[in-house]
T-cell receptor, first 111, second 116 residues
Framework: KQEVTQIPAALSVPEGENLVLNCSFT??????LQWFRQDPGKGLTSLLL?????REQTSGRLNASLDKSSGRSTLYIAASQPGDSATYLC??????????FGKGTRLSVIA | GAVVSQHPSRVICKSGTSVKIECRSL??????MFWYRQFPKKSLMLMAT?????????EQGVEKDKFLINHASLTLSTLTVTSAHPEDSSFYIC????????????FGQGTRLTVV
């Protein structure tokens, strides 16, 4: 059974800092891995999707990496801003099955 | 704590029939719940935000008459797929927002709908 773990559970940083969020999964037989953002009281917003054959994906200040063999992914946020404050979720797609989500990392960026 | 139960986990129905999927927050109250659709091997799509005691808010492109949402209590939201067609076959996933903390990352196990 696939399990997804995110570390840390919460993170508070001053504005402008670069930061890394971690995600690990137990079964490396995945189709893709996705990072989502969730603002308080809102639904999920997809940030980045990495196919199992890829090593990383970039979008603006966000960079997500994937090491499938070791069951790890990281989300790197450069030059953090208060608007980045949200919960970040990692989810693993093993193909024709529901996504398996981590519990998320709650990020606060202090101005 | 903060467990969300979704039922059924899988269902097969005939074209033209309706299917109801339940999403329950087991140990917390959830004024707000979210319904997502997951297409095979693709990302999640937010369908609607379900609000207890009021009408759901649907995302653009989602047919509200086809995907009926009822949030009649603080622990239960239902999604009814009406007049189902094979193209409605998909995973449907709900999540609930804990009224105490505001945290929303509590997901149901998903429902696999197959319309034949």
């Amino acid at each position: 059974k696939q399990e997804v773990t995110q570390i840390p559970a919460a993170l508070s940083v001053p504005e402008g800092e670069n930061l890394v969020l971690n995600c690990s999964f137990t079964d490396s037989a995945i189709y893709n891995l996705q990072w989502f953002r969730q603002d308080p009281g809102k639904g999920l917003t997809s940030l980045l999707l990495i196919q199992s054959s890829q090593r990383e994906q970039t979008s603006g200040r966000l960079n997500a990496s994937l090491d499938k063999s070791s069951g790890r992914s990281t989300l790197y946020i450069a030059a953090s801003q208060p608007g980045d404050s949200a919960t970040y979720l990692c989810a693993v797609n093993s193909g024709n099955t529901p996504l398996v989500f981590g519990k998320g990392t709650r990020l606060s960026v202090i101005a | 704590g903060a467990v969300v139960s979704q039922h059924p986990s899988r269902v097969i129905c005939k074209s033209g029939t309706s299917v109801k999927i339940e999403c329950r927050s087991l140990d917390f109250q959830a004024t707000t719940m979210f319904w997502y659709r997951q297409f095979p091997k693709k990302s999640l799509m937010l369908m609607a935000t379900s609000n207890e005691g009021s009408k759901a808010t649907y995302e653009q492109g989602v047919e509200k008459d086809k995907f009926l949402i009822n949030h009649a209590s603080l622990t239960l939201s239902t999604l009814t797929v009406t007049s189902a067609h094979p193209e409605d076959s998909s995973f449907y996933i709900c999540s609930a927002r804990d009224d105490r903390t505001g945290a929303s990352a509590f997901f149901g196990q998903g429902t696999r709908l197959t319309v034949v």
